[in-house]
Structure formats: structure tokens, C-alpha cells
């Protein structure tokens, strides 16, 4: 049940400029360095927080429907759509007026809409399909400091390994982090 990313963010989610100004680069031989080290900060950002930064479009496929669907990665913004595949083999895409999105939780919750109930699926795998969208359309600043903070230092510190004993600085990355945490909603 793990989601699939059909459309990632459309946009850096740091300015290269001031990536580059936080590592004190003023050359443009290292950008795509940078650029790589800006979305490692950002996948890690969203995997410490458990949530999706920038809208980004999302589809899981299910054995089933559930009692109820809960969408991972929140927040929830928006449904593209649900299909599923009958029991004579067709692929069939729900109207939306047959379920309702409960937004009382920030990742969205799929019921059956009142009076109304999940249609019967083949017995196959990835039976059902959900894509959705989620995300918010900019960073918090505090989540933006964490992921300079990690681009800087993944800048610095290119190898696996080193000679250094290297520590960790009270209140950085993962602290600036919990500020935007969302918790575990998986």
C-alpha cells in the first residue's frame, strides 16, 4: 500500500541561489551538486516529517477497498481519481459523488458516501487504484533552515566515512524539523 509519486514537485524546493549562498559558493561548477544535495534535504525533510512538502501527485494501488482509505503523506489537497476493476474485468472509474473525502484528519480520509457502499472488485491484485494529490505550495522557513542546514552539510562532508569526530549541533536539522512534524499518520 505503499504510494507511487506520478508527479513530483514542479519546482526545486530551494532557491539554488541561496543554497549556494548558504555553502558560499559564487561559481556555478558545482550546481548540480547542489541541485541534488537540495532534493536529498528535501526527501529526508518529508521522510523525518512524514508528510508532503510540495504538491505532489500520488497514486496506491489495493487488493480491495477497505472499510475505509486512508491517504498517506498528507496534507490532502485534492482527488484525481478512483478506479477499480469489476468483477467482469472492466475498468471502471467511480463518480465522485459515490464517496466523501473526510478532511477532519490533514491526510484525507476515502468513505463510501452516505447511503452508499464500496462496488464489488475482481479478486485480483491492485483491484482498486486511488490517485490523489497533497502537499502545500511553499516550505515553512523552519523546515527551509533544516534543509540548508543539511545541504551544507552534505556539501562539506562528500564521503561515507571520515577522520573527524563529527557531532551534532543542539537544536539544527532534526529539531528545526519537529517544529512542521505532522506525526505518524501511516
Known sequence: MTPTVITPPA??????????????LDVDLEDNLIERLIWT??????HYQQRTLLATTYEMKLRAFPDMIALPLPPYQSMEFIKYIATNGDEITLDSSLYDVDLSTP?????????????????QRNAVT??????????????????????????????AVSE???????????ALLDLDAWGNYA
Not at 526545486?12 to 558560499?24: E, M, Q, V
Open 107 to 123: 491526510q484525507g480520509v476515502i468513505y463510501p458516501a452516505y447511503g452508499q457502499s464500496w462496488p464489488s472488485v475482481r479478486c
Open 130 to 159: 486511488v490517485r490523489w494529490t497533497a502537499g502545500a505550495d511553499t516550505i515553512s522557513r523552519a523546515t527551509q533552515s533544516a534543509m540548508l542546514l543539511l545541504v551544507g552539510h552534505l556539501f562539506e562532508h562528500r564521503e
Open 11 to 24: 519546482t526545486l524546493p530551494l532557491s539554488l541561489d541561496i543554497a549556494k549562498a548558504h555553502c558560499r
Open 164 to 174: 573527524l569526530t563529527l557531532k551534532d549541533v543542539p537544536l539544527t536539522v532534526t
Open 41 to 46: 534535504a528535501y526527501q529526508f525533510a518529508e
